[in-house]
């Protein structure tokens, strides 16, 4: 078929709820099932959420309200070009909707109220957070490395100039330390302008393929 239904094995949602995704899939490549926050478990588990859901809008530049529902509808064609990146596990919810929203996709988050889940999720917040988080980091440093490496580079830099700055007003000497700061900002950054520039080719070249 054209289109794909994803749906959690949990109980949650809806069948009305699974019409609408799919009724709009006509104008949006991929519609994801946002979940109320009430509706998400535990406390623990609404609070890694939302600290997932930051972190994916700070990185995708677009505001991400539910990054982890396993509830979503897409069309086939463009999920089958992410089927290489998504690993063994249960990240491919915060991998597609990672890889459609850089890959310039239209996707929409239709908000939706997920019924009390059946059985109990093999999701632990501290086991599986660093698992997500380096998938986040994963895919947004394929598709726009300058979210990553950029911060770390302003870092590094200001730092550097700081400390420089200290040790040359208290004992008049610039310290390695605050050299190789500097000189670790810039590598960093010239990494991540090259990794932009490889990553927007890369997608030149996937839109004329599809074109």
Excluded: C
């Excluded at 006509?26 to 609404?46: C, H, K, M, P």
């Excluded at 000497?173 to 010239?190: C, E, K, M, Q, T």
């Amino acid at each position: 078929g054209e289109y794909v239904l994803i749906v959690d094995g949990d109980g949650q949602h809806r069948g009305a709820d699974a019409r609408r995704l799919v009724a709009r899939l006509g104008e949006f490549d991929l519609v994801i099932g946002a979940r109320s926050t009430n509706t998400q478990a535990t406390y623990a588990r609404r609070f890694g959420n939302n600290l997932l859901n930051r972190l994916a809008t700070y990185l995708t530049g677009r505001s991400v309200p539910d990054l982890t529902s396993g509830f979503r509808g897409a069309r086939r064609e463009y999920l089958l070009e992410f089927l290489h990146l998504l690993p063994n596990g249960f990240s491919t919810p915060t991998t597609t909707t990672l890889a459609f929203i850089k890959a310039g996709y239209n996707v929409l988050f239709e908000s939706i109220e997920a019924e009390q889940r059946v059985g109990t999720s093999k999701i632990r917040f501290l086991r599986d957070g660093a698992k997500f988080f380096m998938i986040i980091l994963k895919i947004v440093t394929i598709f726009s490395p300058l979210r990553v490496f950029l911060p770390i580079a302003v870092l590094s830099l200001l730092v550097g100039v700081a400390y420089g700055i200290w040790n040359v007003v208290a004992h008049a000497r610039i310290p390695n330390g605050s050299v190789l700061l500097i000189l670790f900002a810039v590598v960093v950054f010239l990494v991540g302008l090259v990794s932009e520039q490889i990553s927007a080719l890369r997608f030149e070249s996937s839109t004329r393929h599809r074109g």
